[in-house]
């Protein structure tokens, strides 16, 4: 069974730094990535996804992700933040049958 | 406009008092998923259903049970709830049989079980 480890529970930046929130995978067969937001007192909403092709991976809100399979990574990064993207993100991972989620990474950009 | 209605939002409950959360999706969507979600835990399956009256258990089902009688409805049941069930809920659904474009989450479902 496929697993995620999001390696930062919580990211604190200034408003228009760069952002990486960190994603690592681990499974056995071929894997679909995605990305989730989760703006508070919200439902999920989905920011970009891996199935196939490049691995660069352009998402709503100026995100994009890069799938890199020799390091089982699904990185995500924004070049310059603003206050609106406060919110919990959430990395996932899923093998056609399953969906896995990680525990979430808590963003707070600052002014 | 496409979405997943879950209801009630809030809802607190004491222990063993049966209830029903329901969610509804207006996408004729054949995929549909409730899952809980814990600080540190993430969010974790409880429930799918790949389609009218096809269900099975995801990694959290004990002390849960759902239906799918009809493809827009997939009900979360909490026969006699306990105060471990505690939590945010999520419904979800997907235009694929599969998890593969899960695009639409309900609001939430924030129970308290006393």
């Known amino acids: 069974a496929q697993s995620v480890t999001q390696l930062d529970s919580q990211v604190p930046v200034f408003e228009e730094a760069p952002v990486e929130l960190r994603c690592n995978y681990s499974?056995?067969?071929?894997?679909?990535l995605f990305w989730y937001v989760q703006y508070p007192n919200q439902g999920l909403q989905l920011l970009l996804k891996y199935l196939s092709g490049s691995t660069l991976v352009k998402g709503i809100n100026g995100f994009e992700a890069e799938f890199n399979k020799s390091q089982t990574s699904f990185h995500l990064r924004k070049p310059s933040v603003h206050i609106s993207d406060t919110a919990e993100y959430f990395c996932a991972v899923s093998d056609r049958n399953d969906m896995r989620f990680g525990a979430g990474t808590r963003l707070t950009v600052k002014p | 406009e496409a979405q997943v209605t879950q209801n009630p939002r809030y809802l607190i409950t004491v222990t063993g008092k049966k209830l029903t959360v329901t969610c509804s999706q207006n996408m004729n969507h054949e995929y549909m998923s409730w899952y809980r979600q814990d600080p540190g835990l993430g969010l974790r399956q409880i429930y799918y259903s790949m389609n009218v009256e096809v269900t099975d258990k995801g990694d959290v089902p004990e002390g849960y049970k759902v239906s799918r009688k009809e493809k827009r409805n997939f009900p979360l049941i909490l026969e006699s709830p306990s105060p471990n069930q505690t939590s945010l809920y999520f419904c979800?659904?997907?235009?694929?049989?599969?998890?593969?474009?899960?695009?639409?989450f309900g609001a939430g479902t924030r129970l308290s079980v006393l």
């Open positions: 979800a659904s997907s235009s694929d049989r599969v998890p593969l474009n899960i695009q639409y």
């Open positions: 499974s056995s067969v071929s894997v679909y």
